[in-house]
């Protein structure tokens, strides 16, 4: 099962990306895996790992590439500078790069993402219609605009042509449980196919097992469902 890390052009920039692919020729299904506030860290390489153990090309954008500074290293302070146009633009990037890769069977790509990357998730499928199964593990701010973008994510909400399995934390401040509901509402009124799961007493970034809140219980129930709905949606694998 080989990785490796590809280098994308997005408008005239270079991203790295992580490539983690399973073995043999294919065509496979994929999927891309959207980075936390901390980066294409461990955490993020060893679930793409994971997705190519499970047969799936994973692709990892390092959304931060643009940044230049590198006495910029608060991950916080890297996140605020991530504007929405610009990680459209990224997404499209590493979409065109499945979509043209004869590995990759151009009808079964999925994405998901992580702590920030679960908002961007949510937002690649609301402006790319090649996504057939969408996965935002406690994407917050999903209410609101990042730099220069115009609508929130929730407002694109109509433009998303695929299921969505969602994953919170039931102490999570952002996404909320009111969060959560309202979402669900908007979702439900636009008759969007998705299911939502709450993880007692699981905070955000519970998934992440390099992380100080982990929450093990949460994380493996979360992953197998995750995985279920992938092979459902981009396998053609029957619904469990």
Same mark, same amino acid.
């Given at each position: &099962?080989?990785?490796?890390?590809?280098?994308?052009?997005?408008?005239?920039?270079?991203?790295?990306?992580?490539?983690? $692919? @399973?073995?043999?020729? !294919?065509?496979?299904?994929?999927?891309?895996?959207?980075?936390?506030?901390? #980066?294409?860290?461990?955490?993020?390489?060893?679930?793409?790992?994971?997705?190519?153990?499970?047969? %799936?090309?994973?692709?990892? @954008? *390092?959304?931060?590439?643009?940044?230049?500074?590198?006495?910029?290293? *608060?991950?916080?302070?890297?996140?605020?500078?991530?504007?929405?146009?610009? $990680?459209?633009?990224?997404?499209?990037?590493?979409?065109?790069?499945?979509?043209?890769?004869?590995?990759?069977?151009?009808?079964?790509? #999925?994405?998901?993402?992580?702590?920030?990357?679960?908002? $961007?998730?949510?937002?690649?499928?609301?402006?790319?219609?090649?996504?057939? /199964?969408?996965?935002?593990?406690? !994407?917050?701010?999903?209410?609101?605009?990042? !730099?220069?973008?115009?609508?929130?994510?929730?407002?694109?909400?109509?433009?998303?042509?695929?299921?969505?399995?969602?994953?919170? !934390?039931?102490?999570?401040?952002?996404?909320?449980?009111? *969060? &959560?509901? +309202?979402?669900?509402?908007?979702?439900?009124?636009?008759? +969007?196919?998705?299911?939502?799961?709450? %993880? @007692?007493?699981?905070?955000?970034?519970?998934? *992440?097992?390099? #992380?100080?809140? %982990?929450?093990?219980?949460?994380?493996?129930?979360?992953? @197998?469902?995750?995985?279920?709905?992938? /092979? /459902?949606?981009?396998?053609?694998?029957?619904?469990?």
């Amino acid at each position: &099962m080989p990785s490796f890390w590809e280098t994308l052009q997005v408008n005239g920039q270079e991203m790295s990306t992580y490539v983690s $692919v @399973p073995s043999g020729s !294919g065509p496979f299904p994929a999927v891309v895996v959207i980075q936390t506030i901390r #980066g294409v860290n461990q955490f993020i390489q060893d679930q793409s790992d994971k997705l190519a153990g499970e047969g %799936y090309a994973a692709v990892a @954008p *390092d959304l931060f590439h643009r940044i230049t500074d590198p006495a910029l290293t *608060d991950p916080y302070e890297r996140g605020a500078t991530l504007s929405d146009p610009e $990680v459209v633009a990224d997404c499209n990037a590493t979409m065109d790069f499945l979509l043209g890769h004869s590995a990759v069977d151009n009808d079964r790509i #999925g994405i998901v993402g992580f702590c920030m990357g679960g908002r $961007v998730a949510w937002l690649a499928a609301a402006t790319n219609p090649n996504y057939k /199964a969408t996965v935002p593990y406690y !994407g917050g701010s999903i209410m609101v605009t990042r !730099g220069a973008g115009v609508q929130t994510p929730l407002e694109l909400a109509d433009n998303i042509n695929c299921p969505i399995l969602f994953h919170f !934390g039931e102490i999570d401040a952002n996404p909320s449980q009111d *969060d &959560m509901a +309202k979402l669900d509402a908007e979702l439900t009124r636009l008759d +969007k196919p998705h299911q939502f799961f709450t %993880y @007692p007493e699981a905070d955000h970034g519970f998934a *992440d097992h390099t #992380g100080a809140r %982990y929450n093990r219980e949460g994380a493996e129930i979360a992953w @197998p469902r995750t995985l279920q709905f992938f /092979a /459902a949606h981009l396998k053609g694998a029957p619904v469990v």
